[in-house]
C-alpha cells in the first residue's frame, strides 16, 4: 500500500501566481480532507471532500478552492497567491468522513512563495 | 469554540524517565481524539484514539471530560520516542483540529 501520495513535494511561486497541488488517497478511500501547516503550527482545515462533494470548509478566503474526481483523488487550487500562504499543505484521506475512521496524511508540498 | 491546547511547545527528559504531554480541548457534545505523532523526516502518523483505548509503543492515553483533558503517557521514555506530537480533535465538520503540538527530546 502506497499510502497517501501528494505532487509535486516542493514548489516556489511569485506572489499573484496560482497553484496546483494533487493528492492521491490510499486505495478504498473515499474521503480527502486538506490542511495547511505553516511553521511552529499544527495543522490547519482548509477543505474535505467526500464522494466528490464538499462537505467541510475551514476559515479561508476564496482563493482557495479544491475539488475531487471520480477516482477519490484531489487537488487543491490556491490563486493570487500571498507571502502567506508559504507552508506546508498536507492531504489525509479516510475510508468515509465520520464515525471512527481515522486519517492517514501524506508528505505534503511544501509551497514557497518568493 | 472548538480547540486543542498543547501548552508546551518543548518537553525534554532523559531515558527512562515518565513522560506526559499535555492536552486541553475544548468542544460542546461528546468528543473524539486522537494524538499524531511526526518523526523526523516522517510523515503524520497516526498514535492512538481514545476510543479504540490501545496502548501504542508504550503510549496511553484517557480522556478525563471533566478536567477535558487528553494527555499522553508512557512510564519510560526511550531516546527513539523522540518526535512532535500533535493532540488532535475531531470538529464538527469531521475534520481535525490540531494542537500547536510538542516537541518531545529524549536524552540518552
Known amino acids: 500500500d502506497a499510502g497517501v501520495t501528494q505532487s509535486p513535494t516542493h514548489l516556489i511561486k511569485t506572489r499573484g501566481q496560482q497553484v496546483t497541488l494533487r493528492c492521491s488517497p490510499i486505495?478504498?478511500?473515499?474521503?480527502v480532507s486538506w490542511y495547511q501547516q505553516v511553521l511552529g503550527q499544527g495543522p490547519q482545515f482548509i477543505f474535505q471532500?467526500?464522494?466528490?462533494?464538499?462537505?467541510g470548509r475551514g476559515n479561508f478566503p476564496d482563493r482557495f478552492s479544491a475539488r475531487q474526481f471520480p477516482n477519490y483523488s484531489s487537488e487543491l487550487n490556491v490563486n493570487a497567491l500571498l507571502l502567506g500562504d508559504s507552508a506546508l499543505y498536507l492531504c489525509?484521506?479516510?475510508?468515509?468522513?465520520?464515525?471512527?475512521?481515522?486519517?492517514?496524511f501524506g508528505d505534503g508540498t511544501r509551497l514557497s512563495i518568493l | 469554540a472548538q480547540r486543542v491546547t498543547q501548552p508546551e511547545k518543548l518537553l525534554s527528559v532523559f531515558k527512562g524517565a515518565p513522560v506526559e504531554l499535555k492536552c486541553n480541548y475544548s468542544?460542546?457534545?461528546?468528543?473524539?481524539l486522537f494524538w499524531y505523532v511526526q518523526y523526523s523526516r516522517q510523515r503524520l502518523q497516526l498514535l492512538l484514539r481514545?476510543?479504540s483505548r490501545e496502548s501504542i509503543k508504550g503510549f496511553t492515553a484517557d480522556l478525563n471530560k471533566g478536567e477535558t483533558s487528553f494527555h499522553l503517557k508512557k512510564p519510560f521514555a526511550q531516546e527513539e520516542d523522540s518526535a512532535m506530537y500533535y493532540c488532535?480533535?475531531?470538529?464538527?465538520?469531521?475534520?481535525?483540529?490540531f494542537g500547536k503540538g510538542t516537541k518531545l527530546s529524549v536524552k540518552p
Open positions: 489525509a484521506s479516510s475510508l468515509d468522513p465520520g464515525g471512527n475512521q481515522p486519517q492517514h
Open positions: 486505495s478504498g478511500h473515499k474521503s
Open positions: 471532500y467526500y464522494e466528490k462533494e464538499e462537505r
Open positions: 468542544y460542546s457534545g461528546s468528543p473524539e
Open positions: 481514545h476510543i
Open positions: 488532535a480533535l475531531r470538529g464538527s465538520q469531521g475534520n481535525l483540529i
